[in-house]
């Protein structure tokens, strides 16, 4: 027998797109009370309706949340988020570019703002629970009482990177339906709702960046004299060539140095040294490490930290998972040990752990091992 979800109320996260649509119909025949909400985060104007078009975050996305909530006969809220959203991710994302870190603004908008808000919207209309269209799943243990945020159906879709700074709080209030579907099923849905946005495209990008790309953008925020040019150098010490700005490259990247060196496309960026606003280079063999440093750790599930955790550990979005052993210090501050070398470590990208499907915690990249001694 299925369970009886009938009076029950959910705040549905509605981005305009196909997976929260689906979302909102699926809990609508499942029984719940469902209400929708569309959080505006970013300030369109005319200019940005026609560049960002049917993206995520535009004008057009809250229009479709609207007329989809129309179609399945529920409620549709906005919120309105534009001036945290500029402080807590937009700001930050400018402030760790400067600070030559790579941030990921998307971990950072679901830990500071959109779950914050949608809990406090649930609240002021008595709902329940709060649901989104993420490729997750929620695992609701009734005799531990502890909820588990476990890995999509769908690995290409999976988003559970992304969530590791949700709390036991507010995992409990919870749903994903989702989780436990592949993308083609959810179009297929999608179809069979009725939906008119059933055949829109995924946002890839960030949803505040247009075309002009990301070191465009920080560009128009922030004086020349916060981002002044600088010398390429290698390890030795030995000047390679200019660069137009430190916030223009990330580690790892090898396009775009313009080195005056034989074999150019033999080096990469391997670090910053912000003192005196150099970019260094080397040979990609300098990309590998086996230790890293991470603050601002959040784990789900609760952990000894009194002892070595043994783990995988996901430096990046679509990295390969990697055996590792982490180590708990006070105020947040964990030593993530991995097995194997590890390429491309990046100061402010996130690193989240796993066993198996599940996750179990997440930080926040801060600094790789000896390597930074050198630099």
């Given at each position: 027998m299925g369970v009886d979800h009938q009076g029950k109320k959910v705040l549905v996260a509605m981005s305009g797109g196909v997976d929260s649509s689906v979302t909102a119909a699926l809990l609508k025949t499942q029984g719940y009370y469902v209400i929708g909400v569309h959080m505006q985060l970013w300030n369109h104007g005319q200019e940005n309706v026609e560049r960002f078009g049917g993206r995520c975050c535009s004008l057009v996305d809250s229009n479709d949340a609207r007329r989809v909530c129309d179609k399945i006969d529920i409620p549709y809220y906005i919120i309105n988020a534009q001036d945290i959203f500029q402080d807590q991710v937009v700001d930050y994302f400018v402030h760790e570019?400067?600070?030559?870190r790579t941030?990921?603004?998307?971990?950072?908008?679901?830990?500071?703002?959109?779950?914050?808000?949608?809990?406090?919207?649930?609240?002021?209309?008595?709902?329940?629970?709060?649901?989104t269209g993420h490729y997750s799943q929620v695992i609701q243990d009734p005799i531990s009482q502890t909820a588990h945020l476990c890995k999509a159906v769908d690995a290409q879709k999976d988003q559970t990177y992304f969530l590791?700074?949700?709390?036991?709080?507010?995992?409990?209030?919870?749903?994903?339906p989702l989780g436990s579907l592949t993308k083609m099923m959810v179009r297929k849905l999608a179809q069979e709702y009725g939906l008119l946005v059933a055949q829109k495209a995924d946002s890839q990008e960030i949803c505040f960046i247009g075309e002009e790309g990301y070191s465009a953008f920080i560009e128009k925020r922030v004086a020349q004299t916060l981002r002044p040019t600088g010398i390429i150098r290698t390890l030795d010490g030995i000047p390679v060539g200019e660069h137009e700005g430190l916030h223009r490259y990330t580690i790892g990247q090898r396009k775009g140095l313009q080195l005056r060196v034989k074999d150019p496309d033999q080096y990469f960026v391997i670090g910053f040294d912000q003192k005196t606003q150099t970019l260094v280079v080397g040979p990609e063999k300098h990309l590998y490490h086996k230790e890293l440093m991470a603050t601002d750790t959040n784990w789900i599930r609760p952990v000894n930290e009194l002892k070595g955790l043994r783990c995988k550990a996901r430096i990046r979005s679509r990295h390969e998972e990697a055996l590792c052993r982490v180590t708990c210090f006070e105020a947040n501050r964990i030593t993530v040990e991995f097995d194997e070398l590890q390429r491309a470590i990046t100061p402010g990208q996130a690193i989240v752990f796993y066993d198996g499907d599940e996750v179990l915690g997440g930080a926040f990249i801060e600094s790789t091992d000896a390597l930074a001694e050198r630099i």
């Open positions: 570019y400067l600070q030559n941030p990921n603004p998307c971990v950072q908008c679901n830990n500071q703002i959109k779950f914050n808000y949608l809990f406090q919207k649930a609240d002021e209309l008595g709902c329940d629970w709060v649901a590791f700074g949700l709390t036991q709080k507010a995992l409990k209030r919870t749903l994903m």
